[in-house]
């Protein structure tokens, strides 16, 4: 290959790339492309390399895409978590960082998302739209919550202050947000039936709204909408769960529209995982066009997955390698000195704020809570329920295993309290220390279970158990994420931060999805007694094999 590429360079001759929807060849080590630059088109041959999907294999599903200049955006979905609707940025498709949140506090009108009377478990953010306007410089997050409202939050930039500015009353269900050419908003929405809204000058209101499709009995469900202005033609991007992929065309936002399969039981490229799905399409600065979409990849949840889009007469097809989404492809033509940070690595809680990375399980109380030398958690529940307590801080697993390190500082626990690192889902467990008559424990716990409602039926058995002293203790917990069953986690332990021992049995993941968002690292501290003791983390570390 590199002597054929060799013997071209020499004789002047550059090769270019069809644009077709055939399989690629994905051993290729370059990148050969058309530049247009003025009226003088530039072939270049530029070493590119190959991306390997899931391009993020942590749990963002619900994915919306955009470029903003030469940033890509990334929003996603997070139910019960907060800060909500995280949003990563890119400068080159393939690698990540976390951004930001566009809702900073789920502030949706019910104590249950503080754990106050009532819990959240599984509502909250669902597939949300997200976008930039370039008329007033806004980003602009709008998300229907709980089948009956919809807020509408917006800020200048994305890891800025997000304000909540409105609430429409009726609910934009998997919203897709187009800014049209002329400026005016439209929002595609809706389950099967497809509706279109015009939204007002400001963006903040309904101006009116619309029925523009019903999907036909023999697709069955479509939902997730994207809205997108290509060529004159408006289409509506839409996802049959889980396992395929349609798109709707009209010369007019508001129809009449087509319909055409864009996939159906797609090999997707991730081993054990489904078929890739919903999500959304965006251009680069040099005219190609993506797709960004998630696959199913339980225990872990729904991971990004990229693949290159081509267009024939006017309608979009994946670019499959052997057949299906491919699990490389040639890195994006994107030229850029940008980097971005890592999505796994340290952290040891010196700035006053957490990183973006961190999302807690229900809205936290901050007055029990402080960042700046370590992580201080003072209790802020009495409950022997951790689906109950408030302050619990949860992270994302690194795919497809990975390992969580927190060292642990108990020295103030009180009598009652239980501190430490959890794999939090509906079927969870922990590994943590527990103070109970003055005598320090460090203890795994089992069987944290929930039923279908996301009530608690199991608060958890101790499993086994050791006395330690000193104050200080690691706790770590070693996730095998790989799509399917019986995929397990591993606890353990140390006293001096080098020598760890195994606690406990292993535990085995549950890899259903009706929970929808995947096992996380949770770092948690509650009291069984009273409130009044604390603990602090002085850091989390998540590394990879």
């Not at 670019?319 to 340290?346: E, F, H, K, L």
Request: positive net charge; contains cysteine.
């Amino acid at each position: 290959m590199l002597a054929v590429l060799s013997f071209l360079l020499l004789l002047g001759v550059f090769l270019t790339p069809q644009a077709s929807a055939t399989p690629v060849d994905t051993n290729a080590r370059y990148v050969l492309v058309n530049r247009n630059s003025g009226n003088q088109q530039q072939r270049q041959l530029v070493a590119g390399g190959n991306y390997t999907n899931p391009v993020v294999w942590q749990d963002f599903a619900d994915g919306d895409i955009i470029r903003v200049g030469d940033t890509y955006y990334y929003s996603a979905s997070t139910m019960h978590y907060s800060p909500g609707a995280p949003i990563l940025r890119s400068y080159n498709l393939v690698d990540w960082e976390y951004a930001g949140h566009s809702v900073p506090r789920l502030d949706f009108n019910s104590g249950a998302y503080d754990l106050n009377g009532g819990r959240a478990y599984v509502k909250g953010i669902w597939a949300s739209a997200f976008n930039y306007r370039p008329s007033n410089s806004t980003y602009y997050w709008i998300g229907c919550v709980e089948f009956n409202r919809t807020y509408v939050y917006t800020a200048s930039a994305v890891d800025g202050t997000w304000t909540k500015r409105s609430q429409i009353n009726n609910c934009y269900y998997d919203a897709g947000l187009l800014i049209d050419t002329n400026d005016t908003m439209y929002v595609a929405y809706g389950n099967s039936t497809i509706s279109v809204a015009q939204l007002s000058a400001d963006g903040l209101s309904q101006v009116r709204s619309q029925q523009v499709f019903q999907t036909p009995s023999n697709v069955g469900t479509l939902e997730g909408s994207r809205f997108y202005k290509r060529n004159g033609y408006y289409y509506i991007w839409l996802t049959r769960p889980a396992n395929g992929q349609y798109v709707l065309r009209s010369t007019s936002p508001w129809g009449p529209y087509e319909m055409r399969q864009v996939l159906l039981n797609m090999p997707g490229p991730v081993s054990g995982g489904g078929v890739p799905h919903q999500g959304g399409l965006v251009q680069t600065q040099n005219g190609a066009w993506y797709y960004m979409s998630f696959v199913d990849a339980y225990p872990g949840g729904r991971v990004p997955a990229l693949a290159p889009i081509t267009w024939t007469n006017d309608w979009p097809t994946v670019q499959t390698v052997n057949g299906g989404w491919g699990v490389t492809y040639p890195r994006p033509d994107i030229q850029t000195s940008r980097t971005v940070a890592s999505m796994i690595g340290p952290d040891a809680f010196t700035s006053g704020s957490l990183g973006p990375r961190w999302e807690w399980n229900h809205n936290p109380d901050t007055s029990r809570f402080s960042t700046g030398n370590g992580l201080r958690l003072q209790t802020a529940t009495v409950t022997n329920d951790l689906y109950n307590a408030r302050n619990t801080l949860t992270h994302r697993i690194q795919g497809p295993s990975s390992t969580a390190t927190i060292e642990l500082d108990y020295s103030q626990m009180a009598n009652g309290d239980r501190a430490g690192l959890a794999m939090l889902r509906d079927q969870s467990a922990w590994i943590g220390v527990k103070r109970d008559n003055g005598v320090n424990r460090v203890v795994m716990t089992n069987g944290l279970t929930m039923n279908s409602s996301w009530q608690t039926t199991g608060t958890g058995t101790e499993a086994a158990g050791a006395n330690i002293s000193g104050g200080r203790i690691w706790l770590r917990v070693n996730a095998d994420i790989r799509p399917g069953s019986g995929r397990q986690a591993r606890f353990s332990y140390s006293t001096d931060g080098s020598t760890f021992v195994s606690l406990g049995p292993a535990f085995t993941l549950n890899n259903a999805w009706q929970f929808f968002m995947g096992y996380r690292f949770g770092i948690f501290n509650y009291a069984t007694q009273s409130l009044g003791g604390a603990v602090t983390v002085r850091r989390f570390d998540l590394t990879t094999p």
